[in-house]
C-alpha cells in the first residue's frame, strides 16, 4: 500500500484533547478502509503565517499513513466537512521516517537548559552609555551652530513655448 504523510490544522478555539480526539477519529476510520496508521504527532498551538478563516492560530498534526488512496481520499472527504479543520495536506512518500519530525525536534532543542533565557547574558547589567543613536559620532557644535549663508546664483528662466518656437525657426 502506498505511504502518506498528513497534516491537519485545527482551529484555534478547541482545545488539545479535542484535537487528540480527532486524531483517533481519523485513525479508526483510516483503519476501517483497510489502512494503517504509524506514527501521530500533536506539534502544539502555533501562529499562522496568515490569516485562515478568520483564525491567527492552529493546532498542528501529523499523521503517517499506510492506506489504499480510497481511504485517504475519504479521510480528506471528512476533513472538508468538519469546521474545526481550517487546512491539511496529504503527501506521498516512499518511507516513513521513525524518528521524531523537525517539528519535534525543534521543541526538543528549546526545552534544553541554558537557551530559553539565554545565560551566558547578564540581563541585570547596566549597559552603560550607548552614545548617539543617530548614526556615527557627530560633532554637536557643529550641528546646531548657525549657519553661514550661501552665495546667490543667478538663472536664466527659458519659456518651454519660446524655445521650441526659436529651434523651429533655426
Do not use: C
Request: aromatic share 6%; hydrophobic share 30%.
Amino acid at each position: 500500500m502506498p505511504l502518506y504523510e498528513h497534516v491537519f490544522l485545527a482551529r484555534q478555539d478547541i482545545s488539545q484533547q479535542q484535537v487528540e480526539a480527532m486524531v483517533q477519529t481519523f485513525r479508526t476510520l483510516l483503519e476501517e478502509k483497510g489502512g494503517k496508521v504509524g506514527k501521530t504527532e500533536y506539534w502544539g498551538l502555533k501562529s499562522l503565517a496568515y490569516r485562515i478563516k478568520k483564525n491567527r492560530k492552529a493546532h498542528y498534526a501529523l499523521i503517517n499513513i499506510d492506506a489504499p488512496h480510497e481511504a485517504v481520499t475519504e479521510l480528506e472527504r471528512q476533513e472538508r466537512l468538519s469546521t474545526d479543520v481550517i487546512r491539511f495536506l496529504t503527501l506521498r512518500v516512499d518511507a516513513h521516517d521513525d524518528t521524531p519530525s523537525p517539528m519535534m525536534r525543534r521543541a526538543d532543542r528549546d526545552d534544553r537548559d541554558g537557551r530559553g533565557d539565554r545565560g551566558d547574558r547578564d540581563r541585570d547589567r547596566d549597559r552603560g552609555d550607548r552614545g548617539d543613536r543617530r548614526g556615527g559620532r557627530r560633532d554637536r557644535d557643529r550641528d546646531f551652530a548657525p549657519r553661514e549663508p550661501r552665495e546667490a546664483v543667478e538663472v536664466d528662466i527659458v519659456d518651454p513655448v519660446e524655445a521650441v518656437e526659436d529651434a523651429e525657426d533655426a
